[in-house]
């Protein structure tokens, strides 16, 4: 192996735009700050006053959860479909 091959660049493996904020988490930041299984109400006690990003905009997590009816998450998949049910999927507005 060469030298030139371990070599590590300076410039980010990804560059960023220099478009507007996105107001908001994303719901699988929030999502990995829990353990799994867990309570319906866990969650909105750990979580509640976070904000999501939505394609309606950003929302409370606690509003949103007020519209869920499961009061247990056995995993991170099962709490994220029903967020997206409440909320849809599509595309974040931007400000």
Avoid: C, K, N
């Avoid at 009061?71 to 049910?85: G, I, K, L």
């Amino acid at each position: 192996m060469s030298d030139d091959d371990t070599e590590e660049t300076e410039e980010p493996a990804v560059e960023l735009g220099e478009g507007p904020d996105v107001e908001g988490a994303p719901l699988s930041r929030v999502t990995a700050r829990l353990t799994w299984g867990i309570e319906h109400s866990t969650v909105v006690d750990r979580e509640g006053d976070t904000t999501i990003r939505t394609p309606d905009g950003p929302q409370e997590l606690a509003t949103v959860l007020d519209e869920v009816d499961e009061t247990y998450f056995p995993d991170r998949h099962e709490f994220e479909a029903a967020v997206r049910e409440v909320v849809g999927t599509g595309p974040v507005p931007t400000e």
